[in-house]
């Protein structure tokens, strides 16, 4: 399992009047499979999220991912470190879905008949068999979330860090993807509102206010949320 750290991360934002604080001070260690951060709206969550792969800066502090520093070793974590974002149109960049994939194959498989018989194989193992030919923007948002999995994937991250990607879905789909992501060999750290779907994790981290309030069993932690809500 990868190891995760924040040592002493602070994340400020420029104001009309000054700075503000969206993360303060906040140090973890990450070597859980299965993390989930939840809380409420605006309360700095996709930004701990996105501090774990460059996207978001530190303004003080470290970020660590298996030892490298995400300021000074960006491209290595950012190879380490997948990312999906809620909306799929955000990293949906290649006119078919086979491409799409094939895509992120570019560094593994050199020859491009090679690459796209590969991809293809990644969209049967997503349950996307068939779609290869389909337009990115032609697909619902339960397949394009699948898509976007597949393609982040596809790249062999070690973790994936992944921002309510549930969140646009119905129910079947949510479920589809949840059980995806529950039952990856890799790290996943996953922003999410459903509860239900940070309980299945093997730790909860509760974020309010930029801080972590609470951080433990998420029976534990949603219990604490939901009580004080
Ligand atoms: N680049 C930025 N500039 C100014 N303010 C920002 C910036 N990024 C985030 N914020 C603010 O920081 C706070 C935390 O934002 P963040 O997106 O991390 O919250 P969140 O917990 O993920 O929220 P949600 O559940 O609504 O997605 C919010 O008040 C947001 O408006």
Do not use: W
Request: proline share 3%; net charge negative; aromatic share 2%.
């Amino acid at each position: 399992m990868s190891d995760v750290r924040l040592e002493q991360v602070t994340v400020s934002v420029p104001t009309h009047d000054g700075q503000r604080e969206i993360l303060h001070e906040t140090s973890l260690h990450l070597t859980e499979r299965r993390i989930a951060l939840v809380g409420p709206n605006g309360s700095g969550k996709s930004t701990l999220a996105r501090l774990l792969n460059g996207l978001v800066p530190a303004t003080s502090g470290r970020v660590l991912v298996d030892g490298l520093d995400v300021a000074r070793d960006g491209r290595e974590v950012r190879r380490r470190v997948g990312f999906v974002f809620t909306d799929p149109a955000a990293q949906l960049v290649m006119p078919t879905a086979r491409e799409d994939v094939a895509l992120s194959l570019r560094r593994t498989h050199r020859d491009r008949t090679a690459r796209l018989e590969a991809a293809d194989r990644v969209l049967a193992d997503f349950g996307l068999a068939g779609f290869g030919d389909r337009s990115v923007h032609a697909l619902s948002g339960g397949e394009g979330q699948l898509l976007a999995l597949a393609g982040v994937l596809a790249t062999g991250p070690s973790v994936l860090v992944a921002d309510e990607p549930t969140t646009l879905l119905d129910l079947g789909n949510s479920r589809r993807v949840g059980d995806l992501l529950m039952g990856l060999e890799q790290q996943v750290v996953v922003v999410t509102h459903d509860l239900e779907l940070a309980a299945r994790c093997d730790r909860a981290l509760l974020v309010r206010d930029g801080r972590v309030e609470r951080d433990g069993h998420p029976a534990e932690v949603v219990a604490h949320y939901r009580a004080h809500a």
